[in-house]
């Protein structure tokens, strides 16, 4: 499964939460009370899931109440998680973002109904008429029509940001605009560093200058490079025969705005506070009380609540819903499978919110968290299992993607495969449109893909007949995708996982 595709999947989820069964009138003193069973929930969904670390913030009544980590930074180490742990947020990036284009929203100058193509000229869709009318609100509320994955791919393969986001030219709308929701990371992104563009300011100093400096965020970035500097930050981890393992990195600089911020729970709950407070912060008003209100305001249907049965929205960087009682409940989860998940939820009408932060592939128990947190303040008690649901659902999801195409490692070989060709037959340099040139060579009497073409390169092996299996880097594991070479009139090759984004055929260009 490709890193990018699963935090799409899994945030999604995030963004619909589990609902909450009932809304109380607790005070900011019930959590306090509260807390002995919140650690106890924490340390046994810690044994249970074998996540190494985990960061809890949670605030009431405009008060932070709580505040700790728990595990480890690392497994196999002894470096303690602790309230300033830098953790990678994943897509609990984009409600952060939205609120940075609130404060510019805010300011004047900058309308969430601004088109797109009037602040980034260069930016263009496969339909001129969308290109057109797309705005800011329907980037950041998903509802351009681009495909859930689009740009995912051209992440893994190393493209820069305007590459990137150049290349949505050449990807068919697979969504009616302005009436299907497809989550999406690039169309995001790019719908938060257009209005930076026009205050000619980078998106990652916007950030830093209207959110994360006013509210003292100090090891809050949108910058890898601040996140891998940090001392006291959190390893990603998968987990290997079922033991967490700090075997990736996930460089998100491409999609900054979308999945790439970093923080530690001191930090962001006093972003929670803000939201809450209607922008206000110790008395000041940091962002418009108005503009933020939008980013919490459902944009777009994208689903139904599978516990109170109503309809489930998505805002401007954010889940939007209603619980059992009518009352709003925002929320967020991010996920990479390489090993981060993450999530926050807020409840406007009681002041409380919280956060979870983990360093590891997801597993459900960031969102068990929250919700038996919710459920405890609310009744006094868990309304149910939270954590096994969640648990079999991830899980299913990550098999989902991991299916996505076929995984050759997974079928018996032909017991009689057919002969490939002479290799030098298969030598050359192919085109696709989205994707750029890719390189085949013959060296050592083994075949070689080089993808894209100053990408890496990957060996070949033969698999039966012009077909061939690779194992691509932006799989975590050991999957064998396939390579479908077609030689005639005009030579090509299909690399099978490509194909789950654009067209992923590559025609020869020198036959």
């Not at 930090?267 to 929670?272: N, Y």
């Not at 303040?377 to 079999?392: F, I, M, N, V």
């Amino acid at each position: 499964m490709k890193p990018s595709r699963c935090a799409i999947l899994l945030a999604c989820l995030g963004s619909v939460s589990f609902a909450q069964a009932k809304t109380g009138s607790g005070k900011s003193g019930a959590i306090e009370q509260l807390i002995p069973q919140i650690e106890d929930y924490i340390v046994k969904g810690i044994q249970k899931t074998g996540v190494p670390g985990v960061a809890v913030g949670i605030v009431c009544q405009d008060k932070v109440v709580y505040l700790k980590g728990f595990g480890v930074r690392k497994a196999g180490t002894s470096t303690s998680v602790d309230a300033d742990t830098v953790f990678q947020l994943a897509s609990v990036s984009k409600p952060i973002a939205s609120t940075v284009v609130a404060a510019m929203v805010g300011r004047g100058g900058i309308s969430w109904d601004d088109k797109i193509v009037n602040l980034d000229p260069d930016f263009k869709l496969s339909d001129s008429s969308v290109t057109e009318q797309a705005t800011i609100r329907d980037f950041l509320s998903h509802r351009s029509g681009l495909p859930t994955s689009a740009g995912d791919v051209l992440e893994d393969l190393g493209f820069s940001r305007p590459q990137i986001l150049y290349q949505m030219r050449f990807l068919r709308l697979v969504g009616e605009f302005r009436k299907s929701y497809n989550y999406s990371n690039f169309p995001f992104t790019e719908g938060a560093i257009a209005p930076a563009r026009k205050v000619s300011q980078q998106w990652e100093v916007v950030a830093d200058e209207l959110l994360f400096k006013p509210l003292g965020m100090a090891s809050s970035s949108y910058r890898w490079s601040d996140y891998r500097n940090a001392v006291n930050k959190a390893d990603i981890h998968i987990f290997v025969n079922g033991k967490a393992v700090p075997q990736y990195l996930r460089i998100a600089d491409a999609e900054a705005p979308a999945g790439g911020a970093s923080s530690s729970v001191r930090d962001m709950v006093q972003w929670l506070r803000l939201q809450l407070a209607d922008g206000v912060w110790n008395g000041q008003q940091i962002i418009a009380a108005k503009a933020l209100a939008e980013t919490h305001s459902g944009q777009i249907q994208k689903g139904t609540d599978p516990f109170t049965g109503k309809p489930s929205y998505y805002g401007l960087g954010w889940g939007v819903e209603e619980d059992a009682n009518g009352k709003l409940v925002l929320s967020h989860s991010g996920a990479f499978a390489v090993g981060a998940a993450t999530t926050m939820r807020l409840s406007p009408s009681d002041q409380l919110g919280i956060v979870i932060l983990t360093n590891a592939v997801p597993t459900g128990l960031a969102e068990a968290i929250a919700n038996t947190v919710f459920d405890l303040y609310h009744e006094g008690k868990p309304s149910r299992d939270w954590l096994t649901p969640a648990t079999e659902y991830f899980q299913k999801v990550l098999e989902a993607g991991n299916n996505e195409t076929q995984d050759y490692s997974k079928l018996t070989p032909p017991a009689s495969p057919a002969a490939a060709k002479p290799l030098s037959s298969y030598v050359g340099n192919y085109q696709n449109e989205y994707y750029g040139n890719i390189e085949i060579s013959e060296d050592g009497g083994s075949l070689w893909m080089r993808l894209p073409a100053d990408g890496a390169l990957y060996p070949l092996r033969h698999w039966d007949a012009d077909n061939f299996i690779y194992r691509y880097k932006g799989d975590p594991g050991s999957i064998a995708r396939g390579v479908k070479f077609t030689l005639g009139a005009e030579p090509q090759v299909l690399v099978e996982n490509l194909a789950t984004e654009g067209n992923g055929v590559f025609v020869k260009a020198d036959h």
